[in-house]
């Protein structure tokens, strides 16, 4: 839902160059983060907590670094891609994957 908004309020030209000015602008950064940032971060925060409980994901991970480590990929590779929101959206399941492995909590005693 997120790429096919994306594409179609033409978001691939737009957030690069965002980024790139809230770095160096405190007022623009808060109202970016405000807006844009948290709310999303608020919602994987819950996803992840609900993981937390169902014994998907080790207790006391680091929401935070999950979060980072789940985003992070997806934008580094959209930059890098030229903004390609298919190679983007392409990375994710893999990068999904990798912190699971990570996170998962550690087999039972016996298994």
């Known amino acids: 839902a997120v790429i096919a908004v994306a594409r179609s309020r033409n978001a691939a030209l737009l957030m690069p160059r965002l980024l790139s000015e809230v770095a160096q602008d405190p007022e623009m950064h808060a109202v970016f983060s405000a807006w844009l940032v948290e709310p999303r971060r608020q919602v994987l925060r819950t996803v992840l907590r609900?993981?937390?409980?169902?014994?998907?994901?080790?207790?006391?991970?680091?929401?935070?670094l999950l979060i980072d480590m789940l985003v992070g990929p997806m934008i580094?590779?959209?930059?890098?891609t030229g903004g390609?929101?298919?190679?983007?959206?392409?990375?994710?399941?893999?990068?999904?994957?990798?912190?699971?492995?990570?996170?998962?909590?550690?087999?039972?005693?016996?298994?």
């Open 84 to 111: 390609d929101m298919d190679a983007a959206a392409e990375y994710g399941p893999r990068v999904l994957a990798a912190v699971q492995a990570a996170f998962s909590p550690p087999p039972a005693p016996g298994r």
């Open 76 to 80: 580094y590779r959209f930059i890098i």
């Open 50 to 64: 609900r993981a937390m409980e169902r014994g998907e994901l080790r207790d006391g991970a680091d929401l935070e």
